[in-house]
């Protein structure tokens, strides 16, 4: 089993729709949790964290946190066609110092005109 | 500009050859740490560091691979006899050092080896 497991996609939203993209995570322990954005050959852009069960709403994202059920979810509304990326999901350990992010593989997002 | 500053942007490098990467944290962070992103793979960790100190490596190749980041100036990764497996992007984040301590990353340093 994957550390933190996302659909590799491509998910196709229409523009104007709400893009749901979700991530599992295995290690219980885990308190961090923070979605980027990766445009092609770029670099990853932090755009929400999360620590606590429940709602994180910033403009147009939300994220959903559910330590119970080791899920974590962006919800991106009133999709444009400049969300069109690579979102990555990343859980903060807790060993070794505590600061390592371990990532997924990422859910290429295309919003459609 | 108070980014992450990573040098070069782009590195070619034959087989056998030394490789050094370097990386200025965000003004005012003092934990840096390095992620190595294969094509069509996902980014991995490799080493997380402070003034003069190793925290965690666990991410890092046994062989040929070193870090640092010293008391002046900034952190380096330093790969020695590059192979084509090498070839990746690498990318360094740097964190505050506070309670959450969110990552912000820098441009990444695109690395060929020939």
């Known amino acids: 089993q994957k550390e933190v497991e996302q659909n590799s996609g491509p998910l196709s939203v229409p523009e104007g729709a709400i893009a749901s993209l979700n991530c599992t995570y295995s290690d219980r322990v885990s308190q961090s949790f923070f979605w980027y954005r990766q445009y092609s050959g770029k670099s990853p852009e932090l755009i929400m964290s999360i620590y606590s069960n429940g709602d994180k709403e910033d403009g147009r994202f939300t994220a959903q946190l559910n330590k119970a059920s080791q899920y974590v979810s962006l919800l991106i509304r009133d999709s444009q066609p400049s969300d069109s990326a690579t979102y990555l999901c990343?859980?903060?350990?807790?060993?070794?110092?505590?600061?390592?992010?371990?990532f997924g593989t990422g859910t290429q997002l295309k919003v459609e005109l | 500009n108070a980014g992450v500053m990573q040098n070069p942007r782009h590195l070619v490098r034959r087989r056998g050859q030394e490789a050094r990467l370097r990386c200025s944290p965000m003004?005012?962070?003092?934990?840096v740490y390095w992620y190595r992103q294969l094509p069509e793979e996902g980014l991995k960790f490799m080493v997380y560091l402070q003034k003069e100190n190793i925290i965690d490596e666990s991410g890092m190749p046994k062989e040929r691979f070193s870090a640092e980041f010293p008391k002046e100036g900034p952190s380096i990764l330093r790969i020695q006899q590059v192979v084509r497996g090498d070839s990746a992007a690498y990318f360094c984040?740097?964190?505050?050092?506070?309670?959450?301590?969110?990552?912000?990353f820098g441009p990444g340093t695109r690395l060929t080896v020939l």
């Open positions: 990343a859980v903060k350990g807790v060993t070794g110092g505590g600061n390592k992010l371990t």
């Open positions: 003004k005012g962070h003092s934990h």
């Open positions: 984040a740097s964190s505050p050092g506070t309670k959450w301590n969110e990552q912000f």
